[in-house]
T-cell receptor, first 113, second 113 residues
Framework: GAGVSQSPSNKVTEKGKDVELRCDPI?????LYWYRQRLGQGLEFLIY????????KSGLPSDRFSAERTGESVSTLTIQRTQQEDSAVYLC???????????FGPGTRLTVL | AQSVSQHNHHVILSEAASLELGCNYS??????LFWYVQYPGQHLQLLLK??????LVKGIKGFEAEFIKSKFSFNLRKPSVQWSDTAEYFC???????????FGKGTKLSVKP
């Protein structure tokens, strides 16, 4: 079946602009995660949605970062007033239940000039 | 705070050599452990996982990993690597009721034909 999809695949923006990144999880997966991977680093957890529960935002690095999820479907990660240090690959993952394996999308490569 | 350490940043091997990639984690409770692989130009995909039971776990493509609780380790092994194993390998841990994964920084494996 279809895997996790993300759009856009690449985004170049100017410092100070806002960006929106989209994630379509695998159908039926209740849990959705956002991570980011900066150059030479491992994946860093950002935010986690589980069903209709309040999201776990403990990984968001600043209040410029926010995310929403509509029910158990699409999620949007928004970065306001982008900074150069926000340049990274942003990865989305979903799992059937929180205890299950997480399946990753291809990522969005964000470059802030 | 939980953390995952991968001891090798870049490993270079010749085909048919044996592989062992180290992974240590810090978390005192029950953990789920994962190895993910990212082949050049591809998504992160699951190589193998440990939830409970036999601490020797077998994954895809001939990989295996051994969970040693006393050493907080989950090392990845393969008896004979192939050129197609060239990729970046990430160890990850999920502890207790936490939803997100904590990743190591990754180990890049280059296999010379």
């Amino acid at each position: 079946g279809a895997g996790v999809s993300q759009s856009p695949s690449n985004k170049v923006t100017e410092k100070g602009k806002d960006v929106e990144l989209r994630c379509d999880p695998i159908s039926g997966h209740t849990a959705l995660y956002w991570y980011r991977q900066r150059l030479g680093q491992g994946l860093e957890f950002l935010i986690y949605f589980q069903g209709n529960s309040a999201p776990d935002k403990s990984g968001l690095p600043s209040d410029r970062f926010s995310a929403e999820r509509t029910g158990e479907s699409v999620s949007t990660l928004t970065i306001q007033r982008t900074q150069q240090e926000d340049s990274a690959v942003y990865l989305c993952a979903s799992s059937l239940e929180p205890v299950d394996t997480q399946y990753f999308g291809p990522g969005t490569r964000l470059t802030v000039l | 705070a939980q953390s995952v350490s991968q001891h090798n940043h870049h490993v270079i091997l010749s085909e048919a050599a044996s592989l062992e990639l180290g992974c240590n984690y810090s978390y005192g409770g029950t953990v789920n452990l994962f190895w993910y692989v990212q082949y050049p130009g591809q998504h992160l995909q699951l190589l193998l996982k440990y939830f409970s039971g036999d601490p020797l776990v077998k994954g895809i493509k001939g990989f295996e990993a051994e969970f040693i609780k006393s050493k907080f380790s989950f090392n990845l092994r393969k008896p004979s690597v192939q050129w197609s194993d060239t990729a970046e390998y990430f160890c990850a841990v999920k502890g207790g009721s936490q939803g997100n994964l904590i990743f190591g920084k990754g180990t890049k494996l280059s296999v010379k034909p």
